[in-house]
């Protein structure tokens, strides 16, 4: 089954600040594009370094009754958004299929049900964590940061926002989101459904913006204890460095590359079937992929005819497609990347051994 992309493109006028829309001060607007056809799908605000601070400053006169608040009414309140998501399901689904490329029936079981299991994993975790703790004649007290700025990019968007937002929240923090601007449509459903869930003004915020002005007010913000970042080092380090000046605390997730080692005495099908698999998976749009497999020479025959296997099992469609296995990259603009990367391997000597030259 294949589920049409060619209704219009959904406008978001408004950003999330202190517990309600608020209608976004400038005119211009980010474009999110359907990443099988590049047609518009949605548009959201480009958001301003006075709405960032808006946002901040709510999060913050929200901190101490949010964080004072017993942790079983924090922790149902994870709940209510689990259920909320898991209500949504189709809707986030359907989003992130066409933002990220993922197909449509792995975005439901990877990018959907994994956040809303998270949710309500926090929340349980909360519920049994050792809060207090007595350590001979000293008491060891663990208690929120405060306000937390969360930086959050485009290849898992939801799952990321999730494991940034949820267990602060819980924790008794306050948070102000910017989401990727490649993929910002599924945090606005999320934001929708966090409304739904009844929580105080303040405590969850959203501002969609580019990074440098969302998301250095975040980095920069003497009202911001904490920032979370993961995207490029690149921009990681940028984060850092602005962030050093207030001394706040910093959490970054960035680049890397991972390989695929096989020794002699592996099991070589099971071993390049997997490897295939961790590559391909989100159209390789992952952290974790493999980028490279790193075998004995004398197998290598052996393993390139076992990679073509693998791969030629992976149908190749739009991400609406439900028989699909590998979509789309994200953008042109990754897609060329892409194919800049096979463009320098075959000059480098590389063999081709699946797709065309």
Known sequence: MTTSATQPATIYPAHYINGQWVQAQSSETLPVHDSSTEALMATVPSGTAAEAEAAVLAARAAFEGWSTLPVETRAAYLDKVAAGIKARTEDLALAIAREVGMPLKMARAIQVSGPAWHWGNFAKVARNFEWEKKVSNSLVVREPIGVVGCITPWNFPLSQITLKIAPAMVAGCTVVLKPSEIAPVNAMILAEIIHEAGLPPGVFNL???????????????????????TGSTRAGKRVS????????????????????????????????????????????????????MLVPASRYEEVKTLAQAAIAKFNIGPSLDETSKLGPLVSAAQRDRVLGFIRTGIEEGADVIAGRR
Do not use: W, Y
């Not at 605390?249 to 390989?259: C, D, F, N, T």
């Not at 592996?266 to 493999?290: D, F, I, P, Y």
């Open 241 to 292: 460095e602005l962030a050093s000046q207030s001394v706040k605390r910093v959490a970054l997730e960035l680049g890397g590359k991972s390989a695929s080692v096989i020794l002699d005495d592996a099991n070589l099908e099971a071993a390049v079937k997997g490897t295939v698999s961790a590559c391909m998976l989100n159209s390789g749009q992952t952290c974790s992929a493999h980028t490279r």
């Open 207 to 229: 501002v969609n913006g580019p990074g440098p002005v969302v998301g250095e007010v975040l980095a920069t913000h003497a009202e911001v204890d904490m920032v979370s970042f």
